[in-house]
């Protein structure tokens, strides 16, 4: 069945460090991508998506590309700040229901 | 544009009780989804209504939890009785729909934390 797996975590940069969360992924046919982020107390939201193969989402100054021949869709940016502290998730949308991969917490220090 | 609403935000209840939520999803909305989230874990879907319609409850525990949205708009997700491994956040997301098809992007409410003692 399709699954995602990301990087565990903690990770922990310091601001405006470079941030690379990496994601690959399992699936039949042609998934929609997603990365999610959950700031504290808060619920899910939207950070980016893409819905082919060579597509980039971006948003907020993240990035990640849907690699078709690698199954990956790494979450990067190029310089975090203290504002990005949340836990990202990964996510692919097949033919059935939205999955998602454990989540990555991260912690930006002054 | 108001976001999805849930109720409460937390929730204490001892094991063998009852507990209900409560979501109200983004105006126009015709997909609603329920999903619970253990700590450190992911989402998981636990169902999926088209308007008042169920299509997807595969994952639902049916022996303790229900859900209903009788009139196509907002929704309650029950656990009758509830265990300690209910301890969780549990999730409202709402979607759009165009002709009859649910879009890809969903969106969340902030959720309700339950605490099973």
């Known amino acids: 069945g399709n699954s995602v797996t990301q990087m565990e975590g903690p990770v922990t940069l310091s601001e405006e460090a470079f941030l690379t969360i990496n994601c690959t992924y399992t699936?039949?046919?042609?998934?929609?991508l997603f990365w999610y982020v959950q700031y504290p107390g808060e619920g899910l939201q939207l950070l980016l998506k893409?819905?082919?193969?060579?597509d980039k989402g971006s948003n907020k100054g993240f990035e990640a590309t849907y690699r078709k021949e690698t199954t990956s869709f790494h979450l990067e940016k190029g310089s975090v700040q203290v504002s990005d502290s949340a836990v990202y998730f990964c996510a692919l949308k097949g033919q059935g229901n939205l999955i998602f991969g454990k989540g990555t917490k991260l912690s930006v220090k002054p | 544009e108001a976001g999805v609403a849930q109720s409460p935000r937390y929730k204490i209840i001892e094991k063998r009780q009852s507990v209900a939520f409560w979501c109200n999803p983004i105006s126009g909305h015709a997909t609603l989804y329920w999903y619970q989230q253990i700590l450190g874990q992911g989402p998981k879907l636990l169902i999926q209504?088209?308007?008042?319609?169920?299509?997807?409850d595969s994952q639902l525990p049916k022996d303790r939890f229900s859900a209903e949205r009788l009139k196509g708009v907002d929704s309650t997700l029950k656990i009758q009785p509830a265990k300690l491994e209910d301890s969780a956040v549990y999730l409202c997301?709402?979607?759009?729909?165009?002709?009859?098809?649910?879009?890809?992007?969903?969106?969340f409410g902030p959720g309700t934390r339950l605490t099973v003692l």
């Open positions: 209504f088209q308007n008042n319609g169920v299509v997807d």
């Open positions: 893409a819905t082919k193969a060579d």
């Open positions: 699936a039949t046919g042609y998934p929609s």
């Open positions: 997301a709402s979607s759009h729909t165009y002709s009859g098809r649910t879009t890809d992007t969903q969106y």
